[in-house]
């Protein structure tokens, strides 16, 4: 399975974007993401040129990330604090060898304070942020992320 990731709004605090997944040979929109400030500022992956990660602050970098199904992720197994994770046993899409990045998810939210360089997403109907993101969550997981790790399928998210 094939992500895209556009970065539609980038702001002073958060990030926007739209979702896509490569089907039927062109990219069909899945939903709205919120992340937090692109520091990545000339797009090319890397914090160069006097562009600096802030913890907890930060967008991760622009490029190409294969994303695992097969890891229990041990914050979210806390299911008194994160109810919604229980459904799938914790198991959350987590983004592979990003750069200065560890830990990075695909999961509900509401804006950049949720995120932490996570990947929040939802519909964007409300400034700064996304709306109905755990019912959107759980279409993904159910439609794409759940099927992928069922039948092996390897993904990838390409943020642009």
Request: proline share 4%; glycine share 6%; with cysteine.
């Amino acid at each position: 399975m094939k992500l895209r990731l556009r970065r539609i709004a980038l702001k002073e605090t958060y990030t926007i974007g739209k979702l896509e997944v490569w089907k039927d040979n062109q990219w069909a929109y899945l939903c709205d993401t919120v992340e937090d400030k692109v520091r990545d500022l000339n797009k090319n992956g890397v914090f160069d040129n006097g562009e600096t990660k802030v913890y907890a602050q930060t967008a991760i970098p622009y490029g190409t990330y294969k994303i695992t199904m097969n890891v229990q992720s041990p914050k979210m197994s806390n299911f008194v604090k994160y109810p919604w994770a229980k459904k799938y046993k914790a198991f959350i899409p987590r983004l592979l060898n990003v750069n200065h990045f560890d830990g990075i998810l695909i999961h509900p939210g509401s804006s950049a304070k949720s995120s932490a360089g996570c990947i929040i997403v939802g519909l964007n109907k409300v400034v700064g942020g996304v709306v109905n993101s755990q019912q959107i969550w759980y279409s993904l997981m159910e439609y794409y992320f759940w099927p992928a790790k069922k039948s092996g399928e390897p993904i990838t998210i390409e943020i642009i």
